[in-house]
C-alpha cells in the first residue's frame, strides 16, 4: 500500500539554526499538510499546501516557517531559525482527490529535538 | 470550549469486551469525521471515514456519527492486545484546505 515517507526520523539542532524537514507523499496525491505534536498535547495544523500555494495556514505557521514542493516528489517544512518551543513531532500528510471527499493519509513522523 | 473534546483515558479493557471511544465537538460546520490509531512513536494510521451523520461498519469497527448532538463515536468490537493504541478523533469542514482538527487522544489498553 503507497504510504507517506518522512526523513530523517529524528532531528536534533541547536537553537537559532535552520532545520528542513523532508517528505515524499503519496505519489498520485495533490493536497499536502504539516501538522505538529508536542509531547502529550493535540496533533495541530500547520499549514496546507495545493497546487503549489499554501491553501491554509494556522496561526503557528509565522514567517520563520515555509513550505515548498521542490520537484514532483517531495514536499518540505523549513524551519528559519528554530526555539526550543519548536521541539515536537511533525507529521507530513497528503490525499488525494479534488474535492473534500478523500482522507488524509500520514507519514510517521520527525521528531524535532532544539537543544 | 474546545473545539473538540476527547476523554484523554487510559481506558483499559480485557480481550474480547466491546469498546466505546467517543468525541464531542462544537464546531457545526464539521462534515467530514475520521477515527485514526497511533501507536507510539508512529503516525496517525487512517481507521474509519465518515461524511456526515450515519453509522460506517468496517470488521471489527463502527463509526457512528450524529450531527445533531455533535457526537461521534467509534466501536471497537473482540478488542484484541494488538489494539493497544491512542485514538485519535479528527473532523474537517468543506473548503479552505481542509485542515484536520484532532482530539486529545484516547489511550486504549486491551490485556489478556
Known amino acids: 500500500e503507497p504510504e507517506v515517507t518522512q526523513t530523517p526520523s529524528h532531528q536534533v539542532t541547536q537553537m537559532g539554526q535552520e532545520v528542513i524537514l523532508r517528505c515524499v507523499p503519496i505519489s498520485n496525491h495533490l493536497y499536502f499538510y504539516w501538522y505538529r505534536q508536542i509531547l502529550g498535547q493535540k496533533v495541530e495544523f500547520l499549514v496546507s499546501?495545493?497546487?503549489?500555494?499554501?491553501?491554509?495556514k494556522s496561526e503557528i505557521f509565522d514567517d520563520q516557517f515555509s513550505v515548498e514542493r521542490p520537484d514532483g516528489s517531495n514536499f518540505t517544512l523549513k524551519i528559519r531559525s528554530t526555539k526550543l518551543e519548536d521541539s515536537a513531532m511533525y507529521f507530513c500528510a497528503s490525499r488525494g482527490g479534488t474535492g473534500a471527499n478523500q482522507p488524509q493519509h500520514f507519514g510517521d513522523g520527525t521528531r524535532l529535538s532544539i537543544l | 470550549q474546545k473545539e473538540v473534546e476527547q476523554d484523554p483515558g487510559p481506558l483499559s479493557v480485557p480481550e474480547g469486551a466491546i469498546v466505546s471511544l467517543n468525541c464531542t465537538y462544537s464546531n457545526s460546520a464539521f462534515q467530514y469525521f475520521m477515527w485514526y490509531r497511533q501507536y507510539s512513536r508512529k503516525g496517525p494510521e487512517l481507521l474509519m471515514y465518515?461524511?456526515?451523520?450515519g453509522n460506517k461498519e468496517d470488521g471489527r469497527f463502527t463509526a457512528q456519527v450524529d450531527k445533531s448532538s455533535k457526537y461521534i463515536s467509534l466501536f471497537i468490537r473482540d478488542s484484541q492486545p494488538s489494539d493497544s493504541a491512542t485514538y485519535l478523533c479528527a473532523m474537517s469542514r468543506t473548503g479552505g484546505g481542509n485542515k484536520l482538527t484532532f482530539g486529545t487522544g484516547t489511550q486504549l489498553k486491551v490485556e489478556l
Open positions: 465518515t461524511y456526515s451523520s
Open positions: 499546501f495545493y497546487n503549489n500555494e499554501i491553501s491554509e
